[in-house]
């Protein structure tokens, strides 16, 4: 176990509820995620994912609890196979402690690793599959993931994916949604860079999943990804001319088909010419039928 610091430090044994935590599992930049067991009831493991106090973040307790709200509406409402499910919620009391006193903490089903850890698929077809799936339920239920890319996969103990993090999702209000700017870039498309904002957020459409979808896609099948450059910043600025030329998009040569064309499509420069999830998913499906080599190693 490595001794990083982490955003939300919770001591090993420390009782939350009937669950005692245990190791950290992973670290954002709002929030830590701990694994924790408890000795009697079902589930007996359990993720928990501390988010701080908002005496520990005085110049933005507002942002933090629409983030925490947003999560904990998106989880209590939907019962979807391919999205993390939550147990419960809990908040701390423990003025003894008072670095965690008043945090706010949900209970999650605990995965065994995420993609962004977890080795090359021999054949990496049924995860970006049930990947879709999980978009697709998304969509259908009026909600948008805002920030998916593999550290917000994970995938479970029987082998299944679900998707998680969904402190920036948005709830639809007819086309568009309002989402906060805390995207991953390397993921984010070009028209959602520099958003124009207003005191609600940015305006996003289930497109942006779309794209990231592609992004994701093209990462896993070859290893690398669809916009050249040695950083983000780098990644991103080549997006943005593509996305504002007539230049073609260059795919790596190692993407099979027919996971070109899909990818392609899901990177198409304007929003309304991506598929919807529902048209993605059956292609998804098709290409699925045709077994994919792993990608190289980096």
């Keep these: 176990m490595t001794t990083a610091r982490h955003t939300v430090t ?8 009937a669950w005692e935590v245990h190791g950290p599992l992973a670290s954002g930049a709002f929030t830590t995620v701990y694994g924790a067991h408890r000795g009697r009831g079902l589930p007996r493991t359990a993720a928990l994912k501390f988010w701080p106090t908002d005496a520990r973040t005085p110049h933005r307790p507002d942002r933090l609890r629409d983030l925490v709200e947003r999560e904990i509406a998106l ?8 999205l993390i499910r939550m147990y419960d919620t809990l908040v701390v009391d423990d003025p003894r402690h008072p670095e ?3 945090a706010t903490v949900l209970v999650l089903e605990r995965a065994d690793s995420c993609l962004a850890t977890a080795p090359a698929s021999a054949d990496p077809g049924p995860v970006l599959l049930q990947i879709c799936e999980g978009l697709a339920q998304l969509h259908a239920a009026g909600w948008v993931h805002g920030d998916l890319k593999p550290a917000n996969v994970l995938l479970m103990p029987d082998g299944s994916v679900r998707l998680a993090d969904f402190n920036t999702a948005a709830e639809l209000e007819g086309p568009h949604a309002y989402a906060p700017p805390f995207t991953s870039r390397d993921y984010t498309p070009p028209e959602q860079l520099w958003p124009e904002m207003d005191e609600r957020g940015a305006r996003v459409r289930p497109s ?3 794209w990231a979808f592609g992004v994701l896609a093209h990462t896993i099948l070859t290893g690398a990804f669809p916009f050249p450059g040695s950083t983000t910043g780098a990644r991103c600025d080549a997006a943005a001319r593509y996305a504002h030329t007539t230049q073609p998009l260059r795919l790596t040569a190692a993407l099979p088909s027919p996971w070109r ?3 392609r499509d899901c990177l198409a420069r304007t929003p309304a010419d991506r598929p919807d999830t529902r048209t993605l998913l059956h ?3 098709h290409a699925t039928h045709h077994r994919t080599a792993p990608r190289p190693a980096r």
């Design 208 to 210: 942006v999943d779309v």
């Design 283 to 285: 292609r998804v499906q």
């Design 10 to 17: 919770v001591p090993h044994g420390y009782r939350v509820g």
């Design 100 to 102: 965690l006193d008043g």
């Design 75 to 82: 989880l209590g409402r939907l019962r979807s196979p391919r």
């Design 261 to 263: 064309e899909i990818v």
